[in-house]
């Protein structure tokens, strides 16, 4: 740069201006090259920022109804279900639950599109018992079911799992009365029944037993082999028919049916008849 000054200045001498042309001329010259050379050896940088305004969204609540683990045997009460609060831009709700019948796992789905009847809004509920059982029909070793639901703030997830405390494979067979009258008379017939559920191994045997305070000596027990549930949870009905005689005092009678299955496990009925004269 300061070669080409030089030589800037020779040409302008050698040319002929005057003394004041040429010291214009030269700072002129000067004042460029100054503001070249600065221009190229400055960089100048700039920096711009955005601000994101970060969003809460709210998240849907989920509360289970539960069962207890005695919840799972014979004859309970069995309630199971759920309620969701929606937060913020509900989109599904994803039900997996054990379904008793099938034994195995069943999954149920509610959208927008599938289920327009649901109010989808912040604030809306959606409540469901899928079981509602007054009396379980027979023992369960589990259950278990999980509620999903999808909405801006993520996933929420809420679970339920229950195991049997009962070991239900040493349980023995289910038998209770069916039929019994409350009273009898003289020289009447009297029909009682039971109905007999194999609970984990089939039913071997029925001991009918009598215990009738009007006479001396009882009937020998009655044994029965016949027509009895096999396998898981079958269900049969048993009956007996006992004849009273005459008597001339009140008494009691008492008809036990006593049920065995393959294991020697047994449980027993009881019919409690007043005879009277």
């Known amino acids: 740069m300061k070669k080409y000054l030089i030589f800037s200045l020779l040409l302008i001498v050698a ?22 050379t600065t221009s190229s050896s400055t960089t100048t940088s700039s920096t711009t920022s955005t601000t994101i305004k970060r969003v809460e969204w709210t998240p849907s609540e989920i509360d289970l109804t539960c069962p207890r683990s005695r919840d799972l045997m014979y004859k309970s009460e069995f309630k199971a279900g759920f309620n969701v609060r929606f937060g913020s831009n509900p989109t599904q709700i994803l039900l997996k639950f054990y379904n008793f019948e099938d034994k195995e796992e069943q999954s149920l789905e509610w959208t927008p599109s599938i289920d327009p009847t649901i109010n989808w809004e912040k604030g809306g509920e959606k409540s469901l018992y899928f079981y509602d059982t007054e009396s379980l029909v ?13 909405d801006s703030s993520g996933v929420v997830t809420k679970e339920c799992d229950i195991k049997n405390d009962v070991d239900i494979y040493t349980l023995p067979p289910i038998v209770e ?9 003289q020289n009447e017939e009297i029909d009682v029944s039971v109905f007999i559920i194999s609970r984990t191994a089939d039913v071997e045997y029925i001991q009918w037993e009598f215990q009738d305070d009007t006479i001396a000596n009882n009937y020998s ?9 096999e396998k898981e949870y079958r ?16 008494g009691n009678l008492s008809i036990i049916a006593n049920v065995y299955d393959s294991l020697g496990r047994s449980s027993k009925a009881v019919c409690g008849i007043v005879l009277e004269p």
Do not use: M
Request: charged share 25%.
């Open 177 to 185: 009365t069916y039929v019994c009258p409350e009273t009898a008379g």
């Open 138 to 150: 027979r023992d369960y070793e589990f259950f278990y079911f999980t509620v999903e639901v999808k």
């Open 235 to 250: 269900l049969e009905t048993q009956g007996v028919v006992y004849s009273t005689g005459s008597f001339n005092y009140s």
């Open 15 to 36: 040319c002929g201006p005057s003394e004041e042309e040429i010291q214009a001329r030269i700072d002129n010259a000067v004042e460029q090259a100054t503001s070249t």
């Open 221 to 229: 027990d009655l044994i029965v082999t016949e027509d009895l549930p």
